[in-house]
């Protein structure tokens, strides 16, 4: 049985060849790909994936530790994977969609045709300086203008920012909790995302991730700052139909 809690599939396509789930980044929700499912070919159906403590599930308190995180998902995808299927995660989703495709593994379950990483340092060599998680108030505020992905009115509004503040905090925790275990390269192409003027990781660090697969691996460079794809969402869409062609056909 599917744990519906955590998939929001606004445009459901029970006769498209592929399956691609969508992860977000620290404080965001699945609401962040709406307009993405639309967009996308007949033969993808595009399948966000909702983490504890916002959308629908904004009364659950968010996971400070990756690993409910992954389990919660392994258990919801399980059901799903009867066709072929891809992960694209975004910063800290891309973290939660590695160790989500390393658990898959781990259950001798289905593994994705392909990996998408977007805007997050290859795991075997971060280190996390200082603990963003711990930041009094003030400097959290001052970190996340910084990172230039919190709309300023949504910075400048007291009352929605003692909403999300506690959610980005507690995703902060989970990727500043992380422990990188060494295990063997994954058995899927990688493809790696980045944005040209992000302050955030660099490029070198996206790189590294090329240890991560024994099968193909290509770095993807786009216009924009750490959260690039607000900007360039039709080539990422472009991306996705090239790159799964194999498997949609289309």
């Not at 891809?86 to 939660?96: E, P, W």
């Not at 781990?106 to 340092?121: E, N, T, Y």
């Not at 001052?142 to 905090?169: H, K, N």
Request: with cysteine.
């Amino acid at each position: 049985m599917i744990d519906s809690r955590w998939l929001v599939r606004p445009v459901p396509r029970p006769g498209a060849r592929v399956r691609l789930f969508f992860l977000p980044f620290a404080g965001g929700g699945a609401s962040v790909f709406r307009t993405w499912h639309r967009d996308l070919p007949e033969s993808v159906e595009g399948c966000a994936l909702e983490l504890p403590g916002r959308g629908a599930r904004i009364r659950e308190l968010p996971s400070l530790r990756l690993e409910p995180l992954v389990q919660g998902l392994a258990d919801t995808l399980e059901p799903l994977l009867d066709r072929p299927f891809a992960l694209f995660g975004h910063s800290m989703g891309g973290l939660i969609s590695f160790e989500l495709v390393r658990e898959l593994r781990r259950r001798h379950a289905p593994l994705p045709c392909h990996l998408f990483i977007s805007a997050f340092a290859a795991p075997q060599h971060s280190r996390w300086s200082p603990q963003v998680h711990l930041m009094s108030n003030e400097e959290f505020l001052q970190f996340l203008v910084r990172l230039e992905g919190t709309p300023p009115e949504v910075l400048a509004s007291p009352g929605l920012m003692d909403m999300l503040m506690p959610i980005i905090r507690a995703d902060w925790a989970v990727i500043e909790s992380y422990t990188y275990r060494r295990e063997a390269p994954l058995p899927v192409p990688l493809t790696v995302l980045g944005g040209e003027d992000d302050k955030a990781v660099a490029r070198v660090a996206l790189e590294e991730w090329a240890e991560q697969t024994r099968e193909s691996f290509t770095l993807e460079m786009f216009p924009g700052g750490h959260f690039f794809p607000r900007t360039s969402a039709e080539p990422l869409l472009q991306l996705f139909r090239r790159v799964l062609r194999p498997w949609t056909g289309s």
